[in-house]
């Protein structure tokens, strides 16, 4: 297996978005795929809804459309801090893909695109991730990051599996001790 192959299994990126591409030059990589049992047009229109992301996505505490295809992101950073950025919308297919890339001056540089496809008959859709992004604070932001859980490899595996939750069931299940409180930890209950 290439070097190529094994990153693009570890990220579950497609093997093309890493072709001809020397080593750095895409950034940090991240590709997921979810197959959701819901119809693509229906899944499509819900991912559209920018500003419900903080529903699903752990990390984002708000999304603010400010017009002409840009929104305004808050996200938790480590240690409690957060970062902005603001991203446009470079392509947009209905019920098949939704392009973006944050412009200059956001605390993050990033792109990427979510695609929709349909999955084997009576299975759903599935949704592919894929986003390119350098890390505030470069290597030692992305150790930090990983060490809070804030990286986006971990978060977006994470989100997409409430995103299903959340269409599928309508709900998203949460960690709570046995007392059925939330826990200051995961794996600590809180009596």
């Known amino acids: 297996m290439s070097s190529d192959q094994n990153e693009a299994t570890i990220s579950e990126a497609p093997l093309w978005t890493f072709k001809d591409k020397p080593e750095g030059e895409h950034g940090e990589l991240i590709g997921r795929s979810q197959t959701i049992n819901r119809p693509r047009q229906e899944i499509y229109q819900r991912w559209r809804e920018f500003t419900r992301f903080p529903d699903f996505m752990d990390n984002v505490r708000s999304v603010e459309e400010i017009g002409d295809g840009r929104s305004r992101w808050t996200i938790e950073a480590p240690g409690g801090t957060t970062v ?6 470079t392509e947009d297919v209905p019920g098949e893909r939704i392009a973006w890339r944050s412009v200059a001056d956001s605390q993050i540089d990033t792109n990427g695109e979510v695609r929709f496809r349909d ?4 299975r759903g859709t599935v949704v592919t991730l894929l986003m390119n992004y350098h890390p505030p604070g470069g290597t030692i932001g992305k150790l930090a990051a990983k060490l809070f859980r804030r990286e986006p490899a971990i978060q977006s595996r994470l989100d997409l599996r409430r995103f299903k939750q959340l269409l599928e069931t309508g709900e998203i299940t949460k960690n709570a001790s046995p007392s059925a409180r939330e826990s200051e930890s995961p794996t600590e209950a809180r009596i």
């Open 84 to 89: 902005e950025l603001v991203t446009e919308i």
């Open 119 to 122: 999955a084997a008959p009576g």
